[in-house]
């Protein structure tokens, strides 16, 4: 392609490698980026918050594990699709900007998550009613499946060299709050409702609310600008018109590094962020209330932990954190779990440090990823790397902890897991170059 008139040669050349001189605009991006992942994720997360008791109004069964089991199902479900919103929005984003693809994603999250707040259960509609919740968690798969990329693209681009690890951070911080936000609104109505008027009416209130954070999601991103290293290859011509096949066909290696990398971090996020609640609820017997107040209490300190782990990452490098995060869990992560059985003060200690060992990982991630990339394929190969991974790994967690804890009948049976994907990705880590100190391609 020819550069468009008054670019010269030097100028398409250095496209995409200088960071915003606006400072005022990096953190304009950075807090609308924020915000919006918070209300996209928010949508995503509150699924799992009320599993229990989705579990009883649309699959009941006499076994109330096999109950928990297709329920999970179900949360998985939502995540086999999202490599196919991967590769559409990833794409989208690489073609038409970041803006448009993250404009379409909260929308179609909200839309339905909105869906599943008005769905007739089992007992009103029979079967229909686990088509439909089906239906509504492969939109919200879709969704997911385009949002992080283009989140991740966005953010990065829009910080100057030395704090890209910090802006990037900012993404996870918006994750966890996000996460946060669902389980204080459960802790809330659990503790408030009664337990008729939670199945009958109350359960609802978070997913209705989808509607509300798809529209203020919307508006905050139609307002914002492209990221200076998307509208400077439109001004040099350089957009491609085939980034998906151009990720696979020049970075297969950084794709498979990708899947690796994230194996341990969705892992570890889904089952030990996500599961949580109905792990202390169901295996080890606590009220759901309490399991929901003590999963706050974590991930408040995990969301607070994120920001300051990925100013380390700008000061002393990724990796030294990545791998004190993979190595750690797999050290730590059985006896960890062992000491929640050990009452309420030692359960509060093993749920802060499982925080600590997961912001080690989400602070400096989402930039490690997006420095592998240049800016042509960065949202395609993003998407596409880390959702295969979340699909594959993460999705599957909460289900495969319960299955595990039905199986072997051991409370601890969850670990092995978290254990297995630690040390794979402990391995992908060692084969990753250090990029704290270099451009952004």
Sequence with gaps: MNPKPGVTPKQVQSVGTKAPADGAASKKAVLVGTFGNIMEWYDWAVYGYFAPVISKLFFPAADRIASLLMTFAVFAIGFVVRPLGAMFFGSVSDRLGRKTSLMF?????????????????????????????????????????????SSTSFIVEYAPRGKRGLAGSWLEFGSGVSLLLGSLIAALLNSTLSE??????????PFIGGVLVGIVGWYLRVRMKDTPFFEGLKQADKVPERPLIDAFRKYPLQLLKTIGFTMHWTVSYYLLLTYMPTYLSEVLKLP??????????MLAFFSLLIPLVGWLSD????????????????????????????????????QLLLAIFCALYNGPAPTTLAELFPTQVRASALSVGYNVAVA?????APFIATYLVSLTHNPLAPTFYVI?????????????????????E
Excluded at 105 to 129: D, K, N
Excluded at 327 to 334: K, M
Aim: charged letters at 10%; glycine letters at 12%; a neutral charge.
């Design 105 to 149: 994603t909260v929308f179609l999250m909200g839309l339905a998550t909105f869906m599943i707040g008005v769905l007739p259960t089992y007992a009103q509609i029979g079967i229909w009613a686990p088509v439909l919740l089906i239906l509504a968690r492969l939109l919200q798969g879709l969704s997911a499946g385009g949002e992080w990329g």
């Design 420 to 440: 297995g994907s630690a040390l794979v990705t402990t391995l992908v880590l060692l084969r990753i170059k250090e990029t704290y100190q270099t451009e952004l």
């Design 315 to 350: 000061r002393y490098g990724r990796k030294p954190l990545l791998l004190g995060s993979s190595i750690g869990l797999a050290v730590t992560v059985y006896s960890l779990f062992h000491l929640m059985d050990d009452g309420m003060i030692m359960l509060l200690v093993s």
């Design 392 to 396: 594959t790994f993460g999705g599957t």
């Design 196 to 205: 008729q008027d939670l199945y009958s009416w109350g359960w609802r209130l």
């Design 288 to 297: 759901f209330s309490t399991s929901l107040i003590v999963n706050s209490v």
